[in-house]
T-cell receptor, first 117, second 108 residues
Framework: GAVVSQHPSWVICKSGTSVKIECRSLDFQATTMFWYRQFPKQSLMLMATSNEGSKATYEQGVEKDKFLINHASLTLSTLTVTSAHPEDSSFYIC?????????????FGNGTRLTVT | RKEVEQDPGPFNVPEGATVAFNCTYSNSASQSFFWYRQDCRKEPKLLMSVYSSGNEDGRFTAQLNRASQYISLLIRDSKLSDSATYLCVSSGTYKYIFGTGTRLKVLA
């Protein structure tokens, strides 16, 4: 089945530093990838839609200058949390679906648990 | 009104019980539907797609009612390992909308 790999799984960083999270589709190409955030005991919240070769589309209330998304190839999207603060501590999850297969299910990476101290 | 709504639960059921969850969606243009399960502090995992004619996968049965705009998930013979949060998802063109999830606890 489709596999999405996300790295790192855990990261602890100091306030003010930047953190880069990678999301790779291992056995399929993904023109579009999605980035979600989930706070404890809350639902998944879509942050942005990452499009290969073009700018990401951000959801309302998500700062594009703080959460930088790069989708440079059909198998890799990265999310960089810039100048992280404790309130950015959360579970970040990427997902992808196969290119050219309309409405196929999303496959999720294993998530990145970010703690900003 | 949320685009996809679910009863948050928790549903506490004994082992072996049958339990059903419903999920309503507001966008009549939604094209595909899915059920995911999410364990605590883990990523969501696809449980099953939902087809118009209804579909079954072992103990799990999914149904879609387009007229009333809801989907359902039925779990028969509940196991302790079924304890999780179940997320329903509707998708249209390039957009996937998640419900907030329904928590299920299967009790020994």
């Amino acid at each position: 089945g489709a596999v999405v790999s996300q790295h790192p799984s855990w990261v602890i960083c100091k306030s003010g530093t930047s953190v880069k999270i990678e999301c790779r589709s291992l056995d399929f190409q993904a023109t579009t990838m999605f980035w979600y955030r989930q706070f404890p005991k809350q639902s998944l919240m879509l942050m942005a839609t990452s499009n290969e070769g073009s700018k990401a589309t951000y959801e309302q209330g998500v700062e594009k200058d703080k959460f930088l998304i790069n989708h440079a190839s059909l198998t890799l999207s990265t999310l960089t949390v810039t100048s992280a603060h404790p309130e950015d501590s959360s579970f970040y999850i990427c997902s992808a679906r196969s290119t050219g297969v309309d409405n196929s299910p999303l496959h999720f990476g294993n998530g990145t648990r970010l703690t900003v101290t | 009104r949320k685009e996809v709504e679910q009863d948050p639960g928790p549903f506490n059921v004994p082992e072996g019980a049958t339990v059903a969850f419903n999920c309503t969606y507001s966008n009549s243009a939604s094209q595909s539907f899915f059920w995911y399960r999410q364990d605590c502090r883990k990523e969501p995992k696809l449980l099953m797609s939902v087809y118009s004619s209804g579909n079954e996968d072992g103990r799990f049965t999914a149904q879609l009612n387009r007229a009333s705009q809801y989907i359902s998930l039925l779990i028969r013979d509940s196991k302790l390992s079924d304890s999780a949060t179940y997320l329903c998802v509707s998708s249209g063109t390039y957009k996937y909308i998640f419900g907030t999830g329904t928590r299920l606890k299967v009790l020994a």
